[in-house]
């Protein structure tokens, strides 16, 4: 079973604010991801990382900023959070092409 | 790029009734991979299974079985004696060979009634 960790598991807060949201695993996997996920409707990635210092924009354009300083995170920023970026965060990992990916339980950002 | 269509949006059905979750998809690539997730009212993401598209050989765990069919392009996931712990979003998710990516359906939401 998979260990990833994502904090806040809920976070509301207002316009304007710089939030981070947090997600480490301790698989030692190299490739990790966002998704984002409105709620009931499919998953799109945002962001990925094949391993430290690499990261890339997924299919969907995104706001956020991310960073892999260590093998373990992969922290996600939003500089000025907007009500159009309420919705639910996912992070994800995997060992690799053709692996499953296991999801963390998610960051549900409200901004209000 | 892939693209998955998962034609059932909401279905339901009494506890103890098999149910069948459509998944059909395309995509360009020769070897690629598939899986089904599910998703209860908790959010987070649980992995189901996996398939590669040069094995075609459908199996039975459990109470989840699949059927794969690369002649069609469809991969559909069955639950057998569907109970109340079932309800959740399914997504059924192809993978591209490049290994990148799952691609995810607009998923399929699934009430079992008791």
Same mark, same amino acid.
């Given at each position: 079973?998979?260990?990833?960790?994502q904090?806040?598991?809920?976070?509301?807060?207002?316009?304007?604010?710089?939030?981070?949201?947090?997600?480490?695993?301790?698989?030692?996997?190299?490739?990790?991801?966002?998704y984002?996920?409105?709620p009931?409707?499919?998953?799109?990635?945002?962001?990925?990382?094949?391993?430290?210092?690499?990261?890339?924009k997924?299919?969907?354009?995104?706001?956020?900023?991310?960073?892999?300083?260590?093998?373990?995170?992969?922290?996600?920023?939003?500089?000025?959070?907007?009500?159009s970026?309420?919705?639910?965060?996912?992070?994800?990992?995997?060992?690799?092409?053709?692996?499953?990916?296991?999801?963390?339980?998610?960051?549900?950002?409200?901004?209000? | 790029?892939q693209?998955?269509?998962?034609? *059932?949006? /909401? %279905? $339901?059905?009494?506890?103890?009734?098999?149910v069948?979750?459509?998944?059909?998809?395309?995509?360009?690539?020769? =070897?690629?991979?598939?899986?089904?997730?599910?998703?209860?009212?908790?959010?987070?993401?649980?992995?189901l299974?996996?398939?590669?598209?040069?094995?075609? *050989?459908? /199996? %039975? $765990?459990?109470?989840y079985s699949?059927?794969?069919?690369?002649?069609?392009?469809?991969?559909?996931?069955?639950? =057998?004696?569907s109970?109340?712990?079932?309800?959740?979003?399914?997504?059924?998710?192809p993978?591209?060979?490049?290994?990148?990516?799952?691609?995810?359906?607009?998923?399929?939401?699934l009430?079992?009634?008791?």
């Amino acid at each position: 079973e998979a260990d990833i960790y994502q904090t806040p598991r809920y976070l509301v807060i207002g316009t304007g604010k710089k939030i981070t949201l947090e997600c480490s695993q301790t698989m030692g996997h190299d490739k990790m991801y966002w998704y984002q996920q409105d709620p009931g409707m499919e998953l799109h990635l945002i962001h990925y990382s094949y391993g430290v210092n690499s990261t890339e924009k997924g299919d969907l354009s995104s706001e956020s900023t991310v960073s892999r300083i260590r093998t373990e995170h992969f922290p996600l920023t939003l500089e000025s959070a907007r009500p159009s970026h309420t919705s639910q965060y996912l992070c994800a990992t995997d060992r690799g092409r053709g692996n499953e990916q296991f999801f963390g339980p998610g960051t549900r950002l409200t901004v209000l | 790029a892939q693209k998955v269509t998962q034609a *059932q949006t /909401e %279905i $339901s059905v009494v506890e103890k009734e098999d149910v069948t979750l459509d998944c059909v998809y395309e995509t360009r690539d020769t =070897t690629y991979y598939l899986f089904w997730y599910k998703q209860p009212p908790s959010g987070e993401l649980v992995f189901l299974i996996r398939r590669n598209s040069f094995d075609e *050989q459908n /199996e %039975i $765990s459990g109470r989840y079985s699949w059927n794969f069919q690369k002649s069609t392009s469809s991969f559909n996931f069955t639950i =057998t004696a569907s109970q109340v712990v079932d309800s959740a979003v399914y997504f059924c998710a192809p993978r591209d060979n490049a290994g990148n990516m799952l691609t995810f359906g607009g998923g399929t939401r699934l009430m079992v009634k008791p």
